[in-house]
């Protein structure tokens, strides 16, 4: 198999209309100019899909009712066509399953790569949307996400620009008013489809009374990795149950093996400890959903969860054709409980904009009017001067310029800048910074990022401690950011195998840790599973060291 080769390139076609676009302003009375901060009109900037006159299937409804299946089996029959998710696992699974049926398709990460022969489909996460190959049928899963205030740009760009022939949109109901008046520029025409769940949710009328009452099933649901863990030492320490853990930091391959293990019949592992990251892109098997808290803090503050994060999370009881078809939720306060209700019986609050961000293109031509500024205050000045119409805000790039802010310094061009800016970084991890600064500082001076020279492979160990472990997922997330730089930057970052092997071991380790030393009773057998576990650890740390 031959690696994809992806970098972020000038759409040469845009900068064409831009630049005749400039011309014809200034031919016509020299005091005009073309204004680069305009961006009431996002639909032109895809010039490949306004060509067609697509057809917009939209299919809506609640978690478990069928609504991505249909549009999947859809993309299946089609000659061609490409599945966009908002995440790996989402992605994964699609390839997996059209492989599976003899269509072969390739899948396409930020941080993985897998050409299968003869492919005419893709699997993508929607930051990897292919806005210039037209295409028979194309899938936007999570359609909703438009009004993510930090990715709903990159799902906009999807909607927009993906030139395919039919395009299928999944999500919520509530998304379906602001697609229409999206598209009431576009050629395209728009037929929905509305979806009831497949099996019922009940919500509970009394609370958890206490955590004897938790059963084979049953996932309990949190939003901080401290009190995940004392929820699964808390289930633990009654010796009936052994708990699996799932939450956002966690490295993907490990919280589907998390859930693989949650999901068998035969594993000791069932009930199921997580944060909101269960909402979306894991099959599993719940049968009871109990909130500790409707409350998380969301960086900035804490708040109460809002009507379409209740009804996400809680619609994961109950799957459809799973050993419980009947979907039970409920709390362990009972103060919870009249939210949880209304939540339940409410629609989502109505979708009133979408995330907008300024192409490369954009900020390319712009920053020929400010030589001398670096990208942070060409980003800043941009933003701050940017034009909407009321159906657009601009995305929160708030990650972008703490980046900007440290690379702006450096010997870099704008292309290689705006990189960095949009790469996985998590600016806010310690670990995960310095990981980013050292890549640009490195590449900046000496055109080459090798990985051996600021990483140790046989470091790594199985943390002993939650400190311990915070620090592996923040190492991962470093080895993660060098992959994604390697498929952008080939040649200067050369030691992707490497960077790929270690990050399995970091996976492995963590999923030893939660196995053997997170909160292990002496009264219950280790995990099948985890046999052979230290004999895969020993190999893999052995593999480029």
């Known amino acids: 198999m031959k690696p994809f080769r992806i970098n ?7 900068l064409g209309n831009f630049c005749r676009g400039l011309r014809q302003f200034s031919s016509s009375g020299g005091s005009q100019k073309f204004d680069f901060t305009d961006l009431t009109s996002p639909h032109t900037w895809y010039p490949n899909a306004r060509k067609k006159k697509r057809k917009i299937f939209l299919h809506v409804g609640p978690t478990n009712s069928g609504k991505t299946y249909h549009a999947l089996k859809r993309l299946q029959e089609s000659s061609s066509g ?17 492989n599976k049926v003899k269509v072969p398709c390739d899948l396409l990460t930020g941080q993985e790569r897998v050409e299968i022969e003869g492919a005419k489909h893709k699997a993508v996460t929607v930051e990897m949307a292919d806005v210039s190959s037209d295409c028979e049928c194309a899938v936007i899963d999570e359609i909703q996400m438009v009004g993510c205030r930090s990715r709903g740009f990159s799902f906009t760009r999807a909607l927009l620009g993906i030139p395919a022939d039919e395009l299928h949109l999944c999500g919520d109901p509530a998304v379906v008013p602001l697609i229409q008046e999206i598209l009431e520029v576009t050629d395209d025409s728009i037929k929905i489809q509305y979806y009831e769940r497949l099996s019922p949710l009940v919500p509970s009328k009394t609370p958890l009374r206490s955590f004897s009452d938790i059963k084979t099933g049953d996932c309990i649901v949190t939003f901080s990795r401290r009190e995940i863990y004392r929820m699964k030492r808390k289930i633990e320490d009654k010796g009936r149950h052994l708990c699996s853990v799932v939450y956002g930091s966690l490295p993907p391959e490990t919280r589907t093996r998390q859930a693989t293990m949650f999901n068998d019949e035969g594993n000791e592992f069932d009930v199921l400890v997580a944060s909101d990251a269960i909402g979306m892109g894991l099959n599993l098997n719940i049968s009871r959903i109990i909130f500790s808290t409707l409350e998380k803090f969301d960086g900035t503050e804490m708040r109460k969860l809002t009507v379409p994060e209740i009804k996400q999370i809680a619609g994961r009881a109950g799957r459809y054709g799973s050993k419980f078809p009947l979907g039970e939720v409920t709390c362990l306060k009972a103060d919870d409980l009249p939210l949880l209700h209304s939540s339940l019986k409410s629609p989502s609050p109505v979708l009133e904009s979408a995330g907008l961000f300024p192409t490369f293109d954009l900020l390319l031509l712009y920053s020929r009017l400010y030589p001398k500024a670096g990208l942070h205050p060409l980003l800043e000045r941009f933003l701050e001067k940017a034009k909407l119409s009321p159906n657009y805000f601009i995305a929160d790039c708030e990650e972008m310029l703490k980046v900007a802010a440290v690379i702006d310094d450096l010997p870099l061009g704008m292309h290689d800048k705006y990189l960095f800016c949009i790469s996985p970084v998590d600016m806010n991890d310690d670990i995960s910074s310095q990981g980013l600064t050292q890549f640009a500082e490195t590449y ?6 090798r990985l051996r020279e600021m990483f140790t492979p046989d470091s790594l160990q199985v943390p002993k401690t939650q400190k311990g472990l915070k620090e592996l997922e923040s190492i991962h997330k470093v080895l993660d950011l060098y992959v994604w730089l390697s498929f952008r930057l080939e040649d200067a970052f050369p030691d992707r195998e490497v960077a790929s092997t270690q990050k399995t071991l970091c996976g492995m380790l963590i999923e030893e840790f939660l196995e053997r030393l997170g909160w292990e009773r002496p009264n219950k057998r280790r995990l099948h599973s985890g046999s052979g576990m230290e004999s895969q650890l020993s190999k893999v740390a052995r593999r480029h060291m």
């Open 444 to 449: 900046a001076k000496k055109g080459l990022v």
């Open 8 to 14: 972020v390139q000038v759409n040469i076609q845009s």
């Open 82 to 98: 490409m599945y966009c998710g908002p995440l790996r696992l989402l992605a994964w699974e699609v390839s997996e399953r059209l």
